[in-house]
C-alpha cells in the first residue's frame, strides 16, 4: 500500500485557520489505514504540542506520526554519542531534548550548536551567542533544524530558520548538518520510518522544501495551491507530479491513482 506524508503548515492548516475539508481529508487516510506521516518543519512546537493542535482541527494524530527536526537531530546525535549540546529552539521545543545535557553560555564546551526557529525572538546578543560557541568550539557540529527561507505567517511572509543558518555558516565558515527539509537525509528518515519499498508520496505547499525535495528522494510529489503557493512557482523549472486546489482534493486523487480502499 502506498504511504502519504503531508506536511503541515499551509497543507491542512495556516497559522491557526484550518484549511477548508482538510480535517476530512485527513481523517480519510487514518480511517482507512494508510501508512502516514505528518512531516514538519516547525520547531516552534514539540510533537505533544502539535498532536494537540490537529486534536483542536479534529484530526487525530499520535506523537509517533510526526517526523520533525528535532527527531531527526536526536537520531543522529545517538550515533555520534554526542551528549553536550547548546540548543536555541523555542521553550516548546526544548523539552525534545531533554535526555542530554544542555549549555547556553558562549564560554561552555559542547559538541553540538542546535539552532531551530526562533522567530521574534532573535536577536543580536542571541545571534552572537550561537556565533561564539561555534568559534569557541571547533569540533562542534551546527546543526539546523530545517533551511527553510520562509513561511507565511499571518500578517505577511516571515523570515524562518535558513537565513539564520547561512550568517551561522558565513560568519564561522563552516557547514550545517541540515535535519529537516530540503534536506534528502531527512526524507530519507521517513522512507525508513515507513518502508523502503513503499510508493511514498508527500503533499506540499513548498515547491523547493516540499517538491523537489521529496522527487530528490524518488517520492511522487503533490503541491497544493494553499498556504505559501504563488502561481510563479511552476515557473521555476521544478514540476510537481499533480497540482491540488488543496488538500481536500487528495482523497479524490488517491482513489484515481490507488484504487478505491
Ligand atoms: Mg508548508
Same mark, same amino acid.
Given at each position: ?11 491542512? *492548516? ?27 518543519? !516547525? ?35 545517538? !550515533? ?11 521553550? !516548546? !521545543? ?55 527561507? *520562509? ?111
Amino acid at each position: 500500500m502506498p504511504a502519504i506524508l503531508f506536511d503541515l503548515d499551509g497543507v491542512l *492548516y495556516e497559522g491557526d485557520k484550518a484549511i477548508a475539508g482538510a480535517a476530512e481529508a485527513a481523517s480519510w487516510f487514518i480511517e482507512n489505514s494508510i501508512p502516514h506521516l505528518f512531516l514538519t518543519n !516547525t520547531t516552534s512546537k514539540s510533537r505533544l504540542a502539535l498532536v494537540e493542535k490537529l486534536a483542536a482541527f479534529n484530526i487525530p494524530a499520535g506523537v509517533d506520526n510526526f517526523l520533525t527536526p528535532p527527531v531527526a537531530a536526536i537520531q543522529w546525535l545517538h !550515533t555520534q554519542q554526542i551528549k553536550d549540546i547548546a540548543v536555541f529552539v523555542p521553550a !516548546t !521545543t526544548r523539552e525534545e531534548f531533554a535526555g542530554f545535557n544542555l549549555f547556553d553560555n558562549e564560554n561552555d564546551r559542547v559538541d553540538a550548536v542546535i539552532v531551530g526557529d526562533l522567530g521574534t525572538q532573535w536577536d543580536f546578543q542571541i545571534m552572537n551567542t550561537v556565533f561564539r560557541l561555534l568559534i569557541n568550539n571547533p569540533q562542534a557540529t551546527l546543526i539546523a533544524l530545517g533551511m527553510t527561507r *520562509y513561511w507565511r505567517a499571518e500578517n505577511g511572509l516571515q523570515l524562518d530558520v535558513g537565513p539564520m543558518i547561512k550568517a551561522f555558516e558565513y560568519a564561522s565558515d563552516r557547514k550545517a548538518l541540515v535535519t529537516g527539509k530540503p534536506a534528502l537525509a531527512f526524507y530519507r528518515s521517513a522512507v525508513s520510518l515507513l518502508g523502503a519499498e513503499k510508493n511514498i508520496v508527500m503533499i506540499g505547499d513548498d515547491i523547493r522544501g516540499d517538491i523537489e525535495a521529496a522527487q530528490n528522494a524518488g517520492m511522487t510529489a503533490i503541491l497544493v495551491r494553499s498556504g505559501k503557493f504563488s502561481e510563479t512557482d511552476l515557473e521555476l523549472g521544478i514540476k510537481p507530479d499533480t497540482v491540488l486546489d488543496s488538500v481536500a482534493d487528495l482523497p479524490a486523487w488517491w482513489q484515481q491513482n490507488f484504487g478505491h480502499i
